[in-house]
């Protein structure tokens, strides 16, 4: 039983793991400096001295939104992540550019 319970918890993780494998995170977020509305669902980053970086949501953003970074650290899928004109607003997806 107690081999049961331990596969079980293992292949939970190692299905965790690989859901994830695709999604970006952002470390020092609150450093950029600017940002630009790219779509009603996309905003890219800018400055800062990390890279730069794609933010998708299914939120609507207008293209003369204010937009304030709430956390510092933050993945693809997750939650009140920026303040849009007051607004919470999640990740779908975070993609880091290249330098």
């Known amino acids: 039983?107690?081999?049961t319970i331990l596969a079980g918890v293992a292949a939970m993780i190692m299905?965790?793991?690989a859901s994830n494998s695709n999604a970006d995170c952002v470390y020092a977020a609150k450093t950029k400096m600017t940002y630009e509305v790219l779509d009603s669902h996309?905003?890219?980053?800018?400055?800062?001295f990390t890279r730069d970086f794609i933010f998708k949501t299914y939120s609507n953003i207008?293209?003369?939104?204010?937009?304030?970074?709430?956390?510092d650290y933050f993945c693809s899928f997750e939650r009140a992540v920026l303040n849009v004109d007051g607004e919470l607003v999640g990740s779908?997806?975070?993609?880091?550019?290249?330098?």
């Open 1 to 3: 039983m107690r081999k």
């Open 15 to 17: 299905i965790g793991t």
């Open 42 to 48: 996309t905003v890219r980053f800018k400055g800062g």
């Open 62 to 71: 207008k293209p003369d939104a204010k937009i304030v970074i709430l956390k």
């Open 92 to 99: 779908s997806l975070v993609i880091k550019q290249q330098f």
